[in-house]
């Protein structure tokens, strides 16, 4: 079994910028996609970033596009989402997710999920 474990999150304050990361282990091998989402109190689960295994391919909601950046990382199994530029709107638990289906952008598609790391932001 996949295992997905997360970390990065903290206090920021506005106009400022995070790394999280997310180290993988477990049978890897067939992960066609990792990605973040976050899920903010009594919102839905949102998708954040993807980023296929082999990194050729990724993809972003559009309120972050150029503010976030997801990245595998030269350790092995790890991925990272550099976040810059976080406001109001940004704060959540935020949760690496790897999976097999190629329709990245929903949670349905993901079948390991990490615990999740705060991020917020202050005024």
């Known amino acids: 079994q996949v295992q997905l474990v997360e970390s990065g999150g903290g206090l920021v304050q506005t106009g400022g910028s995070l790394r999280l990361s997310c180290a993988a282990s477990g049978p890897t091998g067939s992960t066609y996609a990792m990605a973040w989402f976050r899920q903010a109190p009594r919102k839905d689960r949102e998708f954040i970033a993807a980023i296929t295994w082999s990194g050729g391919f990724r993809d972003y909601e559009d309120s972050v596009k150029g503010r976030f950046t997801i990245a595998r990382g030269n350790i092995e199994n790890t991925v990272y989402l550099q976040m810059s530029g976080l406001n109001p709107e940004d704060p959540a638990i935020y949760l690496c997710?790897?999976?097999?289906?190629?329709?990245?952008?929903?949670?349905?598609?993901?079948?390991?999920w990490g615990q999740g790391t705060q991020v917020t932001v202050s005024s």
């Open positions: 997710a790897a999976g097999y289906s190629a329709a990245y952008y929903s949670p349905n598609s993901y079948n390991y």
